[in-house]
């Protein structure tokens, strides 16, 4: 028989992109190896009150379901069956492998674990149980932590990043980031490194589902000849990065740790946008109407760099369309 394990969050943000996507629960359990009835109940248990899935309120969900009452509290027949092996002397290895093992036909099995957080558990606190255990420590000592998986994997360094993308000699190459507000969403903020237009959009949540399928739906508006590359730092929130190669045609490049100057273009972008969106603004106040009034301001700014033409008429004259604007 198959052990269930919880969806991890890695899972959970495949889940939510690929529902993004469109793809079907029978899809998406064969992505991710899990039975069709793991996505369904995923689904439907963690949706937001519009329908969407949201990867990171489904684990949120998930902690606040942990929290509640835990089994061996809920089922006195084992709490006392567990207590008392405690006070004969027995550790919570045995105990957990007595009853996998089918010894109590009349009591359910846990784990090992299970039996910890349950001694440590706050509402135990007054009973002491630790007393019972070889170590008798008080406070429960950390695990061993392990790897964390919030990693970037594919990862090109921008150092392979050919010399023409570095020149800005030529067109289709953008830098990608994150603004971040006072309790707010974020915002994505995607600037072509020749022309220096700035597009912008808000995300419902920090998330590398969230992020990726905005970024796919931006650039799914804008000619191939213009999305060429796209250099990244090493925020988490880029780990999908990939499906920008296999659906946009997309190579993608990445700053080395905490060099966020090697993406200057872009970190300059952002410094013009915090005139209007400072640190300590609720975005969440904004329209999207509003937000997208600023990213034209942006790009309607003549710049020095462009020969004082400003960053929309410099990218039409990428695509051959070079333009004239008057603002009197």
């Known amino acids: 028989m198959r052990r269930y394990s919880h969806l991890s969050d890695d899972e959970r943000e495949q889940i939510g992109l690929a529902r993004t996507l469109g ?16 996505i369904s109940r995923e689904l439907s248990r963690n949706k937001l009150p519009s329908g969407r899935y949201s990867p990171l309120h489904a684990a949120g969900a998930y902690q606040l379901r942990r929290r509640r009452e835990a089994l061996i509290e809920r089922d006195r027949a084992l709490r006392t069956f567990v207590i008392d092996r405690l006070a004969e002397g027995w550790t919570p290895e045995q105990i957990s492998g007595w009853l996998q093992a089918g010894n109590e036909r009349r009591l359910p099995a846990v784990g ?21 255990l ?3 420590h008080k406070r429960r ?9 919030d990693t970037i994997k594919d990862r090109v360094s921008i150092h ?19 603004i971040i507000c006072k309790r707010t969403r974020p915002v994505l903020v995607l600037h072509e490194r020749k022309s220096r237009v700035t597009l912008a959009a808000r995300l419902a949540g920090k998330t590398a589902a969230e992020t990726i399928s905005v970024m796919l739906a931006v ?12 250099t990244f730092d090493n925020d988490t929130a880029f780990a999908q990065h990939a499906l920008l190669r296999t659906m946009r045609a997309m190579t993608t490049w990445f700053c080395d740790a905490y ?5 200057g ?24 109407e509003e937000i997208q009034d600023i990213v034209i301001t942006t790009n309607l700014t003549p710049r020095k760099c462009l020969g004082f033409k400003t960053p929309f008429q410099a990218l039409l004259k990428e695509l051959g369309k070079d333009v004239q604007i008057r603002f009197a």
């Open 23 to 38: 793809h079907s629960i029978g899809a998406i359990a064969r992505a991710i190896g899990r039975p069709k009835s793991t």
């Open 112 to 132: 090992c674990e299970t039996i910890y957080a349950f001694i440590y558990r706050a509402a135990q606190r007054a009973e002491q149980l630790w007393r019972y």
């Open 134 to 136: 070889t170590r008798r």
């Open 141 to 149: 000592r950390p695990r061993r932590s392990r790897p964390s998986q």
């Open 160 to 178: 392979e990043r050919p010399k023409t993308v570095d020149s800005r000699t030529e067109g289709g190459h953008w830098e990608g980031d994150l």
């Open 219 to 230: 650039f799914a508006r804008i000619e191939p000849a213009l999305r060429k590359s796209i």
């Open 259 to 263: 060099a966020s100057w090697q993406k």
């Open 265 to 288: 273009g872009i970190e300059n972008a952002n410094g013009r946008l915090r005139r209007w969106l400072p640190r300590q603004m609720d975005i969440d106040q904004m329209s999207d």
